[in-house]
């Protein structure tokens, strides 16, 4: 089973990347407020945790899972993050991160083939997680609605990339 080993420095970056990716392109394609920035940002977070507490997990999404534990982990997706998003509005930053998604999604696919369909449908639950996180449209969480026009064309669009359509 694939692990960091089977990817480059800079392959792996991209992969951590597209982690954080998969939840910052909803959230850029119907921005939603403080509030609804913390619930989406937690709800991708809280994907990762999950995997954490899974013993059965994909070893790739359990490698790239425990990199996030580590400071140096998160520091390289961090700063890749920074690299590209800086200044960046966000139909800018949902655009570049769909990007990500379909470039880690395709290196995993040649060097992991065997795992690819496992990260791809991780990736693409991250992305569902952001979006049913916080209603859009509404005001202080009432009216609105669960998924957004926006947020379901943003889905619709990983789901593409990932080839998972």
Same mark, same amino acid.
């Given at each position: 089973?694939?692990?960091?080993?089977?990817?480059?420095?800079?392959?792996?970056?991209?992969?951590?990347?597209?982690?954080?990716m998969?939840g910052?392109?909803?959230?850029?394609?119907?921005?939603?407020?403080?509030?609804g920035?913390?619930? *989406?940002s937690?709800?991708?977070? !809280?994907?990762? &945790?999950?995997? $954490? =507490?899974?013993?059965? #997990?994909?070893?790739?999404?359990?490698?790239?899972v425990d990199?996030?534990?580590?400071s140096?982990?998160?520091?390289?997706?961090?700063?890749g993050l920074k690299?590209?998003?800086?200044?960046?509005?966000p139909?800018?930053?949902?655009?570049?991160?769909? *990007?990500?998604?379909?470039?880690? !999604?395709?290196? &995993?696919?040649? $060097? =992991?083939?065997?795992? #690819?369909?496992?990260?791809?449908?991780?990736?693409?639950?991250?992305?569902?997680?952001v979006?049913?996180?916080?209603?859009?449209?509404?005001?202080?969480?009432?009216?609105g609605?669960?998924?957004?026009?926006a947020?379901?064309?943003?889905?619709?669009?990983?789901?593409?990339?990932?080839k998972i359509?």
């Open positions: 089973m694939a692990d960091k080993s089977t990817f480059t420095p800079e392959e792996w970056k991209l992969i951590l990347e597209s982690v954080m998969a910052i392109a909803v959230t850029a394609a119907e921005p939603s407020g403080l509030w920035m913390l619930k *989406e937690f709800a991708s977070s !809280s994907t990762l &945790v999950k995997v $954490k =507490a899974d013993t059965n #997990a994909n070893p790739l999404i359990k490698a790239i990199d996030f534990s580590t140096e982990g998160r520091t390289t997706a961090r700063d690299a590209k998003l800086s200044g960046a509005k139909i800018d930053m949902k655009t570049k991160g769909i *990007e990500t998604i379909r470039e880690a !999604s395709a290196i &995993v696919e040649a $060097k =992991a083939p065997h795992d #690819a369909a496992a990260f791809k449908s991780w990736l693409y639950q991250i992305s569902e997680s979006a049913e996180a916080a209603k859009e449209g509404g005001f202080l969480g009432i009216g609605v669960p998924v957004s026009e947020e379901k064309a943003t889905l619709a669009e990983i789901s593409t990339a990932l359509a």
